[in-house]
Nanobody, 121 residues
Framework: QVQLVESGGGLVQAGGSLRLSCAASGRTFSTYTIAWFRQGPGKEREFVAL?????SYAHSVKGRFTISRDNAENTVYLQMNSLKPEDTAVYYC?????????????????WGQGTQVTVSS
């Protein structure tokens, strides 16, 4: 089990950028799949991106968002560029032990508290 803490959310204009951070506890962080999910107002939680030894992205963010990890710092980042109003949501990072590309939120036992991202038009 890992504890996760997100940061970096905020208010930004359309076309702007934000970088989210997900800081994790635990000495085996490097062996975890880390994913970002988001939940917009009135919407279900949806997959955004994940990182194992490689990365995967939702179609809606591919080419605009980049997920990366720094195992020495036990941190995963989500660089978000060319933000759109429809990217407005609470963003959560989630973790599961082992490298496996799974995209359903139910597959991740460990979650952070979320960070709000608001994109104004």
């Amino acid at each position: 089990q890992v504890q996760l803490v997100e940061s970096g959310g905020g208010l930004v204009q359309a076309g702007g950028s934000l970088r989210l951070s997900c800081a994790a506890s635990g000495r085996t962080f490097s062996t975890y799949t880390i994913a970002w999910f988001r939940q917009g107002p009135g919407k279900e939680r949806e997959f955004v991106a994940l990182i194992t030894w490689r990365t995967s992205y939702a179609h809606s963010v591919k080419g605009r968002f980049t997920i990366s990890r720094d195992n020495a710092e036990n941190t995963v980042y989500l660089q978000m560029n060319s933000l759109k109003p429809e990217d407005t949501a609470v963003y959560y990072c989630a973790a599961r032990f082992g490298f496996l590309e799974v995209f359903g939120s139910q597959s991740y036992p460990d979650w952070g508290q979320g960070t709000q991202v608001t994109v104004s038009s």
